[in-house]
């Protein structure tokens, strides 16, 4: 395309059109400039096709269902990241898509977040090398992608209105760090997050969108909206927002009127719709190639095995073998949770359930034990599995978290699994003690049975084809090798972030600022469940012969190089993570006790030894200076630590580095509670000197005058709100009818939270931003203006 000789042919008409979407799914196509549609569709773990593009929520093609990204994380391998980039890119290059709207790289903030099964880990080092194989796997293959949800979406109660305020080094450190690295990879689109941040919506927030990701970062591509996320769309366009999505005329209309009035620059226009002709033209050639989605799924199994992480196995009860007698126990076994609620739900190509690939064995039997959609105990069920587990030599406990208790719109209440399952599991380790427990779920749980168990096995949402991967695991057919890209806290009270989660409906502080998951605990010296990094194998790796090629570092071109040997001793071939770390010794400014540099996961045979090398440079060991407003890495001694995970220490190194610059003083000095004398109490004193503003107003009280960023429980007690919440509500189930009742949930709990214009561009076309704007004035009690608004057009 010549962009600059299609820009003058445009009308300003096709101009704004080009920056809303054509329809839910779909960029706008001008045919008398050849100008093609761009098709999008959630992918983040297989291909999220809408039959119908018209329509955001109806019925999707059939596709295969890859393990969730938080399954993927665990398995610290960014190959296996990078072939499931590339199985999901070949499926939607069959049904002519054209970019993945993934992969998500939000930081685990709190185990609670609803969505935590879309994200890769709480630490930025493994976000960012497991999203880079997944995207290149995806390029290579001729497919864009879409990283979100940028930035600071923790949460999913109040995501769209909430305001997330983090300090600078928090946001430099820990939920940008992704991102900034991940625009080096050139991906076709960053998405935007619902919320606010520092009080703006992040899709008109010019700090966030064109200071910093566009020119801080150097992102040139298109920045798009998450669904439903545009607030002003004017606003957006001047923060370099592209694209708003879902199409709505409404947005079109605006940005019409206000180029007219002069509110907007034609060279502002002009540089956002060069940039979708850019993505346009990228994909117009791209043709339609057939694939095996029973290839898929054999493959699909590969990954799950992967990454299944064993946190328990006491005497070696595992690996099973063909000899002993075995009860398989769990509802879970059968109707297996392999993937999220949401925006991610994939129609899945075919399902192989635990049940399956298990009970084919001579020497399996299989017990329900309890029901899956409740979580009482059911006596008759329990009784059933307490009469004959004594007659077996192991005992398969299959359960974990039901769909309803974790999902995109809602966040989670509690940390526990289901009480019906807790007490099954103890009740059967009392009468047997060869118990193994299989879970299926979405993020941490608390584990009350541990200690009355020899074996646990955590395959998260392993995708559709889990019960391959469940048996070969568990048979030793596949040595296990993943390990936890997040911390299992003792207690939701020991998370850093737990005073300060989900606090209410409008502020929310990210008041433990850097100490985040591992990060904290580590410098807590708190105890933890399981600790970032923890995973086991059958075999028994030893680690020997650390050595560098020097122990200074001057200058930011020198590379130090940090090898060790790792020995594999065996029985069995298989896979070790290693990870290193490095602690700062007395820094001068407070930092975690422990940060991951970098991983490697590499395969030795049984009794074989492999050395594994990293390459470190001076930034490397670099913190973000909010007084330098830069990166920068001090003097001192630095200790490297080849570490089993971020509790346990293998082997260290003390390294030097001497810059010779001098040290410039930094504010977190002052503020006791940010260091571990001050006990890491993230006092909001302290926090409010970080980000420069007090600390308040989580919950707030709206009265009128009402506005379209308003939500029903806010206008609820008022004569007219009592209607309106009424109406709204009987539409929304009407559209919601057809829909699974995980998805009605999903939708249902998080819809009284939803902006009023939020719940207007969700009723497709049903209600219209200018009949809102007229009922909301009615509220207000502003009649005439709300008689303007009813005889007024979108």
């Keep these: 395309m010549d962009y600059k000789k299609i820009l003058s042919e445009l009308t300003i008409e096709e101009k704004a059109s080009l920056l809303v979407g054509k329809d839910a799914w779909r960029t706008k196509n001008i045919d008398r400039l050849a100008i093609p549609s761009v098709f999008m569709a959630d992918g983040p773990h297989g291909l999220r096709k809408v039959i119908d593009s018209s329509s955001i929520d109806e019925l999707t093609e059939i596709a295969v269902c890859y393990p969730s990204l938080v399954t993927v994380a665990s398995s610290f391998d960014p190959e296996v990241a990078k072939q499931m980039g590339s199985l999901i890119a070949k499926e939607f290059k069959a049904q002519d898509v054209n970019v993945i709207l993934g992969p998500g790289i939000n930081i685990k903030r709190h185990p609670y977040c609803g969505r935590n099964f879309e994200y890769f880990s709480e630490d930025p080092v493994v976000t960012t090398k497991l999203a880079k194989g997944y995207i290149q796997g995806a390029k290579e293959e001729g497919i864009g992608v879409c990283i979100k949800h940028y930035a600071l979406n923790s949460q999913e109660a109040y995501r769209a209105s909430s305001s997330s305020i983090a300090d600078i080094r928090a946001k430099q450190e820990i939920y940008y760090k992704s991102f900034r690295e991940l625009v080096k990879l050139d991906p076709e689109m960053v998405m935007c997050s619902y919320n606010r941040v520092d009080g ?80 346009a033209d990228k994909f117009k050639d791209q043709e339609m190639e057939p694939v095996d989605l029973d290839q898929h799924h054999e493959q699909a199994a590969q990954l799950a095995a992967q990454s299944f992480v064993l946190m328990k196995n006491k005497d070696s009860i595992l690996p099973l073998h063909e000899d002993e007698k075995v009860l398989l126990v769990g509802e879970m076994a059968q109707k297996i949770r392999y993937q999220g609620g949401g925006s991610s739900h994939i129609n899945t190509y075919k399902v192989d359930s635990i049940f399956d690939h298990l009970v084919y064995h001579d020497h399996v039997d299989f017990y329900k034990g309890y029901r899956i959609d409740s979580d009482e105990i059911d006596s008759e069920l329990t009784k059933e599995v307490l009469d004959v587990v004594g007659l077996y030599d192991k005992v398969v406990f299959v359960g974990g978290l039901p769909d309803r208790y974790e999902s995109e719109g809602y966040d989670r209440e509690h940390l526990r ?299 609820q007690d008022t004569f007219i709100g009592k209607i309106v919440k009424k109406q709204l509500t009987k539409m929304m189930e009407a559209r919601l009818e057809k829909q699974t009742e995980d998805f009605r949930m999903m939708v249902l709990k998080s819809f009284y939270q939803y902006p009023l214009r939020f719940l207007v561009l969700h009723s497709d076309g049903e209600v219209s931003i200018n009949f809102m704007e007229g009922v909301i004035a009615l509220i207000n009690r502003k009649y005439f203006k709300a008689i303007k608004h009813f005889f007024t057009k979108d």
């Design 417 to 715: 699994m289901p009480q019906n399952q807790e007490y099954l599991i103890q009740a059967i380790a009392k009468e047997n003690p060869n118990v193994v427990v299989v879970l299926q779920m979405g993020s941490p749980i608390l584990m009350p049975f541990l200690d009355h168990v020899k074996g646990v096995l955590n395959c998260y949402l392993g995708g559709e084809a889990l019960g391959i991967a469940v048996e070969r695991v568990l048979f030793g057919i596949v040595n296990p090798s993943g390990r936890l890209a997040e911390t299992f806290p003792q207690s939701e009270m020991d998370v850093p972030s737990n005073p300060f989660f989900a606090t209410g409906n409008h502020n929310v502080f990210y008041q433990e600022s850097i100490y985040v998951g591992y990060r904290y605990y580590a410098t807590a010296k708190k105890d933890v469940l399981f600790p970032f990094g923890y995973g086991l194998s059958y075999s028994h790796f030893e680690y020997s012969n650390i050595r560098a090629n020097k122990t200074k570092i001057k200058t930011a071109d020198e590379t130090l190089k940090i090898s060790v040997d790792i020995t594999n001793n065996g029985p069995f071939d298989g896979k070790e993570v290693c990870m290193l770390f490095f602690e700062a010794k007395n820094p001068k400014t407070p930092r975690p006790k422990r940060e991951l540099l970098n991983f490697q996961k590499v395969t030795i045979e049984n009794s074989n030894t492999t050395t594994v090398t990293f390459s470190l440079k001076l930034s490397d060991f670099a913190y973000y200076h909010p007084k330098k407003k830069a990166f920068t890495t001090d003097d001192g001694t630095y200790c490297l630590q080849f570490m089993r995970n971020a509790r346990d220490v293998y082997l260290e190194l003390p390294i030097q580095i001497e810059t010779g610059k001098e040290y410039t003083e930094c504010v977190w000095n002052n503020l006791p509670s940010y260091q571990v004398k001050g006990h890491l109490e993230f006092k909001a004193e302290d926090f409010a000197v970080l980000i420069g503003q007090e600390v308040k107003d989580q919950q707030v009280h709206f009265q009128r005058p009402f506005t379209i960023n308003n939500n029903i429980e806010d206008i």
């Design 200 to 279: 703006t919506y992040a899709s008109e927030n010019i700090t966030l969108l064109k200071k910093t990701l566009r020119e801080e970062f150097g992102f040139q591509n298109v920045i798009v909206s998450d669904w439903n996320a545009v607030n002003n769309r004017t606003d957006a366009l001047i923060a370099t927002l592209d694209l708003e999505m879902p199409g709505y005329i409404y947005g079109v209309h605006k940005l019409i009127k206000d180029f007219k009035k002069g509110k907007i620059e034609l060279s502002v226009l002009d540089q956002a719709v060069e940039r979708i002709l850019r993505l």
